[in-house]
């Protein structure tokens, strides 16, 4: 079928757990020189939901101490607590906990259970046993996983709101390394798919969307920028412009020139 032939995409919003988002980026607060940038990129980043590692960050456990929240106040922003630290189901599960007391009853998660300190990917077997107990436990949750597309199928049928594959390992920069993971992923879902890890730049945050993504979650692309606010300036517009163009239709991949002036009709 060419690209002539096929039918148009068409554009649906983004909504998790209900609610619908008009930005696709997702952002994180650490790794900011000061709470001022932290503010100043999100702000330009036009993102609506911003991740908080609670077990590094403070919502309130620690009164005595600068509280995250009086520059990213909850009533602006959707937060999504994330387990990031977490190496087991028992401490993933007791941090969500812990967010949901601290935040009035927030429910929305961000689930993650590490393997190991050097590449942090995700414990897949602790993972899936957690999301479980979270999903029962009446959380909605945005589960960190690898881009296995059979593990991603299983956390959407446990009843997970959105599935995050890796693109690369956090915080490496690495970009987009296997797309094809990612598409059948994409492909076979019926809840948001969020690349989460391993963008590093624009073109890797235009690379995932063009996938078919619902969105991107990124952290230390931005702030690990020389300019993390104008990086958060750029990251925006390559979700905005990878997102049309998925929605365009590239066209087909040839082996050989076309012209783009037809020759029929010439005057010669």
Do not use: W
Not at 183 to 212: F, Y
Request: hydrophobic letters at 40%; one cysteine or more.
């Amino acid at each position: 079928m060419t690209s002539e032939t096929a039918p148009l995409k068409q554009d649906k919003p983004l909504i998790i757990a209900g609610k619908t988002y008009q930005s696709r980026l997702l952002v994180g607060t650490g790794k900011y020189r000061n709470n001022e940038e932290t503010r100043q990129a999100i702000e330009t980043s036009g993102a609506e939901i911003i991740t908080i590692a609670v077990r590094r960050t403070n919502i309130g456990q620690n009164p005595d101490e600068p509280n995250l929240l009086d520059i990213l106040p909850p009533d602006q922003y959707t937060l999504l607590p994330n387990t990031a630290g977490c190496y087991t189901v028992e401490d993933a599960v007791r941090t969500c906990r812990l967010a949901r007391e601290l935040l009035d009853g927030h429910s929305l998660v961000k689930l993650e259970v590490l393997g190991d300190e050097k590449t942090l990917f995700p414990d897949i077997t602790a993972t899936l046993e957690a999301a479980e107990i979270l999903v029962k436990d009446g959380f909605d949750v945005m589960v960190y996983t690898s881009d296995d597309p059979l593990i991603a199928k299983r956390l959407e049928n446990i009843g997970c709101a959105a599935v995050m594959p890796l693109a690369a390992p956090i915080g490496s920069g690495l970009g987009i390394r296997n797309p094809y993971n990612i598409l059948t992923i994409v492909e076979n879902a019926n809840v948001p798919i969020i690349v989460d890890a391993g963008v590093g730049t624009a073109s890797d945050a235009a690379i995932a969307m063009e996938l078919g993504c619902d969105g991107i979650l990124m952290n230390t692309a931005i702030a690990a920028a020389q300019n993390p606010v104008l990086m958060a300036s750029a990251m925006k517009k390559a979700i905005e412009g990878g997102r049309e163009a998925f929605l365009a239709g590239r066209m087909p991949r040839k082996r050989f020139a076309s012209a783009s002036s037809p020759i029929e009709g010439l005057f010669f």
